[in-house]
Structures are given as C-alpha cells and as structure tokens.
Nanobody, 120 residues
C-alpha cells in the first residue's frame, strides 16, 4: 500500500506565500511523476504543477512565475512553493504520486488534500 500525506496548507493574505509538502511512503519501488492539483468549490480538479523523476516540470499557465515545484527523491517528497498568492488560488490542493510498487505493478495515489484560503 502507498500513503500520500500533504502538509502546509492554511490561511494567507493575498500577496503572501505558502509552501506545501507531500510525502509518499509505503511499498514503493520507484517514483515517476509527482504533482499538485487543486479543486475550488463548484469546479473540477485541475493540474497545478508536475515534476518527473528527472526533474522536468510542467506548470498550469495560471501559476507560471508564481509557483515552483520541486522534489527530494531521497525523501520521496514533493514541494510546492507558492508566492504572490491570489484569492483565486483558494482551493483544496491535492498531491498525486505515480510510480511502481514492483516491476509489473504501477500505482497512482492521491493525498487527502489540504485547504488553501487566500484572503483579499
């Protein structure tokens, strides 16, 4: 079984910063893509940023220049540094981890989500 746990959410004023962390643990052979998604009330879940095992990144247009994704492969942890936060960034942020539990067993696991509220 694979566990994914996020931390670092909370309330922040517009223009402020927050850093999210996500740790994957359990029966893991290797990790591939790790990323962050978000879901605002009444909206569908959307991609925020992802990072591959080699460090390649992809960002949603609405966070480019403000958010930075990084990972620590040794700690199986992914981070999301969020700067210049806006009220429209308010959402539940979810961590997603893709990898392998064995040479023939892939997994795609989600965290429970962490609330980010940006006050204007």
């Amino acid at each position: 079984q694979v566990q994914v746990v996020e931390s670092g959410g909370g309330l922040v004023q517009a223009g402020g910063s927050l850093r999210l962390s996500c740790a994957a643990s359990g029966s893991i052979l290797s990790l591939n893509v790790m990323g962050w998604y978000r879901q605002a009330p009444g909206k569908q879940r959307e991609l925020v940023a992802v990072i591959t095992s080699s460090g390649s990144t992809n960002y949603a247009d609405f966070v480019k220049g403000r958010f930075t994704i990084s990972r620590d492969n040794a700690k199986t942890t992914v981070y999301l540094q969020m700067n210049s936060l806006k009220s429209e960034d308010t959402a539940v942020y979810y961590c997603n981890v893709k990898g392998r539990r064995s040479t023939w067993w892939e997994f795609d696991a989600w965290g429970q989500g962490t609330q980010i509220t940006v006050s204007s």
